[in-house]
């Protein structure tokens, strides 16, 4: 599990580490170089429909913002495209973001900051989530529009002028933090555009979560083997142990599940739970699935969880009184064994998510982001609903 200080690093990694330059990248996936012509794309959209470089003709700038749904520095960013989408438009300024990102060149530890991943339905379902109204187009599957531009980073701005002419890209400000931004460098552009003048800062490094380009899929399908490969473990669980998971006072946000192979609902959502350790367990998040079953009954259980890669802490009742078990994790307990039984506590112990019924992956994943340890307030807030 995560020290203090490992979360400390996890937190930043996605948001400060790639501040250094990504020269390898750079290199590898070219930059649009300066004066160039912007171009052309046509891309599904979040909104059902094809969009191309030729819709946005009629604006006198065109800003091409590349940016994802998983990178907790892209997130910081959603209010300030937001705004410029807004506060733009009737000014004769275009905005459009595009996801540069090869879903399947994604490992599943760097989405702990994210409820979803960049697949088409995933961008919808953020949109709906946050209410984005600026156009979100995917460019995941053959990323060839991502290579004519060359993003390094999310998000990576790109503005032309009103004959299609690179004219600034790079970062949008100077802080992901918003309250610490000194240098606004795409407004500063944007306006000096509009307003016929030279723009002065015509390149700024990206920073945030590298470009996920496909050709990283294979170091993705490597790391899934060897996560796979992690042995197995399975330990009985008396009522003094169940008690003691309830407490919960070892700092960590703790998911426990009570499920059991009997129970079809339990098998149809063991792996998405098993995902959500695989996605925050390096962020003082910790999961304990706890099988109902018999002690007698202990090898069916053991291979489930073979079977499933369940790399979380995993325990067994060691006794055939499940109803006794159960009260003894919670005695206000009272589902039968027939539907996994999941909840959710903070540090302290605190009840943050209870289900008896198979549960809402979106809310659950949320809850967890909200309420995880982070460097930055900032990042736990964007996760409460407004």
């Given at each position: 599990?995560?020290?203090?200080?490992?979360?400390?690093?996890?937190?930043?990694?996605?948001?400060?580490?790639?501040?250094?330059?990504?020269?390898?990248?750079?290199?590898?996936?070219?930059?649009?170089?300066?004066?160039?012509?912007?171009?052309?794309?046509?891309?599904?959209?979040?909104?059902g429909?094809?969009?191309?470089?030729?819709?946005?003709?009629?604006?006198?700038?065109?800003?091409?913002?590349?940016?994802?749904?998983?990178?907790?520095?892209?997130?910081?960013?959603?209010?300030?495209?937001?705004?410029?989408?807004?506060?733009?438009?009737?000014?004769?300024?275009?905005?459009?973001?595009?996801?540069?990102?090869?879903?399947?060149?994604?490992?599943?530890?760097?989405?702990?900051?994210s409820?979803?991943?960049?697949?088409?339905d995933?961008?919808?379902?953020?949109?709906?989530?946050?209410?984005?109204?600026?156009?979100?187009?995917?460019?995941?599957?053959?990323?060839?529009?991502?290579q004519?531009?060359?993003?390094?980073?999310?998000?990576?701005?790109?503005?032309?002028?009103?004959?299609?002419?690179?004219?600034?890209?790079?970062?949008?400000?100077d802080?992901?933090?918003?309250?610490?931004?000194?240098?606004?460098?795409a407004?500063?552009?944007i306006?000096?555009?509009?307003?016929?003048?030279?723009?002065?800062?015509?390149?700024?490094?990206?920073?945030?979560?590298?470009?996920?380009?496909?050709?990283?899929?294979?170091a993705?399908?490597?790391?899934?083997?060897?996560?796979?490969?992690?042995?197995?473990?399975?330990d009985?669980?008396?009522?003094?142990?169940?008690k003691?998971?309830?407490?919960?006072?070892?700092?960590?946000?703790?998911?426990?599940?009570f499920?059991?192979?009997?129970?079809?609902?339990?098998?149809?959502?063991?792996?998405?739970?098993?995902?959500?350790?695989?996605?925050?367990?390096?962020?003082?998040?910790?999961?304990?699935?706890?099988?109902?079953?018999?002690?007698?009954?202990?090898?069916?259980?053991?291979?489930?969880?073979?079977?499933?890669?369940?790399?979380?802490?995993?325990?067994?009742?060691?006794?055939?009184?499940?109803?006794?078990m159960?009260?003894?994790?919670?005695?206000?307990?009272?589902?039968?064994?027939?539907?996994?039984?999941?909840?959710?506590?903070?540090?302290?112990?605190?009840?943050?998510?209870?289900?008896?019924?198979?549960?809402?992956?979106?809310?659950?994943?949320?809850?967890?982001?909200?309420?995880?340890?982070?460097?930055?307030?900032?990042?736990?807030?964007?996760?409460?609903?407004?």
């Open positions: 599990m995560a020290t203090v200080s490992s979360l400390m690093h996890k937190a930043l990694v996605g948001l400060l580490a790639l501040v250094w330059p990504l020269t390898g990248l750079a290199a590898e996936h070219p930059i649009l170089p300066l004066g160039s012509p912007a171009p052309d794309f046509s891309l599904p959209g979040v909104d429909k094809m969009h191309t470089l030729s819709d946005y003709a009629s604006s006198k700038v065109l800003a091409v913002v590349f940016t994802c749904d998983h990178c907790p520095n892209a997130q910081m960013y959603e209010g300030r495209v937001t705004r410029l989408y807004n506060e733009y438009k009737d000014k004769g300024v275009a905005v459009v973001a595009i996801s540069p990102n090869d879903p399947k060149a994604i490992r599943i530890d760097e989405l702990d900051s409820d979803v991943s960049d697949t088409l995933e961008m919808r379902i953020r949109v709906a989530y946050k209410h984005l109204e600026y156009p979100y187009l995917y460019d995941g599957d053959t990323e060839s529009v991502s004519a531009y060359g993003p390094q980073a999310s998000p990576h701005i790109f503005i032309f002028d009103q004959q299609r002419k690179l004219r600034y890209e790079g970062a949008i400000d802080s992901y933090r918003v309250e610490f931004v000194k240098r606004h460098y407004l500063d552009a306006d000096a555009l509009l307003a016929d003048k030279e723009v002065v800062v015509k390149h700024t490094g990206a920073f945030g979560c590298s470009t996920k380009w496909s050709d990283k899929e294979a993705n399908v490597a790391f899934m083997e060897k996560l796979n490969a992690q042995p197995i473990t399975l009985m669980a008396s009522e003094a142990t169940l003691s998971l309830h407490t919960n006072a070892d700092g960590n946000v703790r998911l426990i599940q499920w059991s192979t009997k129970c079809t609902a339990c098998l149809k959502e063991f792996a998405g739970i098993q995902d959500l350790y695989r996605m925050y367990s390096d962020r003082n998040f910790e999961l304990v699935a706890v099988a109902m079953n018999k002690p007698d009954e202990k090898p069916e259980v053991k291979q489930w969880l073979d079977k499933s890669h369940a790399t979380s802490r995993n325990l067994l009742f060691d006794s055939a009184d499940t109803a006794a159960q009260k003894a994790f919670d005695p206000e307990w009272t589902s039968g064994q027939d539907t996994p039984y999941t909840i959710l506590l903070d540090a302290d112990g605190n009840v943050l998510y209870k289900s008896a019924q198979p549960v809402d992956q979106l809310k659950l994943r949320r809850t967890i982001l909200a309420n995880l340890p982070s460097a930055y307030i900032g990042l736990n807030n964007y996760w409460l609903q407004k």
